[in-house]
């Protein structure tokens, strides 16, 4: 019988601390009014010190598995979807499969704008079907406040950081992800994105002085983009299960500014009940806002078995996608009072692994023959390659 993806476990971290539009009025000109009116935002949350990408994916994953009742151990593949990853190079999903233990896991990371957690929720769907994987952490996850210029008030007062995880595993069972949808359009690439830091614009004191490594946008046309695409993939997608708006019982698009949504239900004829919104309280966490959303959607009982919930999102590249899932009550672990310290003991075991394997991994360097004291082995490689010589 034929495997379909269920999602099994959720879970969302935001930083506690708190950035409203008043605390901007300080030291920006703008107004509460202005941010409101224009955006529907009224606060967001902002990284603390300690906190970073890794961190909040690693916490938003730890509460996903818990609901999913999962070891991290019978994880197969992790993909985290950000455009604020901790370092260009690893991916931040290998840290994240480290801080969790998730021992048997594959590990990347997805870059597609805001769209990234319905990009990284259909490859994980694909892995599933494909029987490449049994479970997989889909993770969105955002610390845009260190990539934002905090004197540019047309793109400061629009994101927020935070992470939000689902578990997806695969079962014989009907429901659960019955369709997706991707898109993405290259040629308003410079619409939305941080020109320098990479290879085209390498960081240098020119590039630092031009503030080019922050977010730049053109916002007008990122809006006029945002309204059109999301009703499209929205609809894109229904169209594929023979479905019609009128089937949606949620929809939960990318939560960027409080008129791209309205505007997208309206031209979609979707009632705004039955629309998730939470732009208000957290901003645009790009890749994390609908894993959150769908999250605070569980949490306020807004989501039922047999629900079709529809996810779309659209963001920098330009990308877009959607994805619709039919909620079911997939079985998961029975409740267990004590499952919050086994976990705890569980994350601990897996921290002590991890630094047994590094100092493994240092003795072995330690103590490999070498000539040159590096340990590289290298003069041993020269040694066979002479001997091989005729
Ligand atoms: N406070 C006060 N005034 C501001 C301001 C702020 N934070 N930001 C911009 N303004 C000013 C502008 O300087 C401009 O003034 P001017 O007419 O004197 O030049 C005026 O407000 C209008 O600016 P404009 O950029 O046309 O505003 P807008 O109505 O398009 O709203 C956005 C700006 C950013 C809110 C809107 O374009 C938008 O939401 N775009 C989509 C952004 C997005 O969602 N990006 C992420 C996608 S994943």
Redesign the pocket.
């Known amino acids: 019988m034929a495997v379909s993806s269920h999602i099994v476990g959720w879970g969302y971290y935001l930083p506690s601390r708190r950035l409203s539009n008043k605390d901007?009025e300080e030291r920006?000109?703008?107004?509460d009014e202005?941010?409101r009116t224009?955006?529907g935002i009224s606060e967001r949350r902002i990284a603390g010190e300690g906190e970073s990408t890794a961190s909040m994916a690693g916490e938003a994953a730890k509460r996903a598995l818990q609901v999913s009742g999962l070891d991290p151990g019978d994880i197969d593949l992790i993909i985290v979807a950000t455009i604020s990853p901790e370092y260009i190079f690893p991916a931040t999903a290998c840290l994240v499969q480290d801080a969790i233990d998730a021992h048997a896991a594959a590990a990347f990371d997805v870059s597609a704008?805001?769209?990234g957690f319905i990009y990284a929720l259909t490859i994980a769907d694909q892995a599933i079907r494909s029987g490449g994987a049994r479970a997989v952490l889909v993770i969105g996850a955002e610390t845009l406040s260190r990539f934002l210029d905090w004197e540019d008030?047309?793109?400061?007062?629009?994101?927020g950081d935070g992470a939000g995880a689902v578990v997806l595993r695969g079962t014989e069972l009907p429901g659960g992800i019955l369709a997706t949808h991707l898109g993405a359009d290259g040629s308003g690439a410079e619409l939305?994105c941080v020109p320098a830091g990479g290879a085209r614009l390498p960081a240098g004191q020119e590039t630092l002085d031009k503030r080019q490594h922050y977010i730049q946008?053109?916002?007008?046309?990122?809006?006029r983009?945002?309204v059109k695409i999301l009703a499209q993939s929205t609809r894109a997608v229904l169209t594929k299960l023979d479905l019609d708006v009128k089937d949606i019982s949620l929809l939960i698009p990318?939560q960027?500014?409080a008129?791209?949504t309205s505007a997208a239900a309206l031209s979609l004829g979707l009632p705004l009940e039955r629309v998730m919104e939470t732009v208000q309280w957290c901003g645009?966490t790009?890749a994390a806002s609908i894993p959150i959303a769908l999250c605070q959607a569980l949490a306020g009982g807004r989501v039922k078995v047999g629900d079709l919930v529809v996810m779309a999102?659209?963001?920098?590249g330009l990308t877009w996608g959607a994805v619709a899932v039919r909620w079911d009550d997939v079985p998961l672990a029975a409740p267990r009072r004590w499952r919050r310290y086994w976990y705890r003991a569980r994350y601990r075991w897996g921290s002590l692994r991890s630094r047994g394997r590094r100092l493994l991994r240092r003795l072995a360097i330690l103590t490999e023959p070498s000539s040159n004291g590096h340990g590289n082995g290298a003069t041993e490689t020269q040694r066979h390659r002479e001997k091989q010589e005729p």
Do not use: K, P, Q
Not at 28 to 31: H, P, Q, Y
Not at 153 to 159: A, Y
Not at 313 to 316: H, N, Y
């Open positions: 901007l920006l000109e703008t107004t202005w941010i224009r955006t704008g805001c769209s008030r047309r793109t400061c007062i629009l994101f939305l946008m053109d916002g007008r046309e990122v809006y983009f945002a990318h960027a500014n008129r791209i645009n790009s999102g659209f963001g920098a």
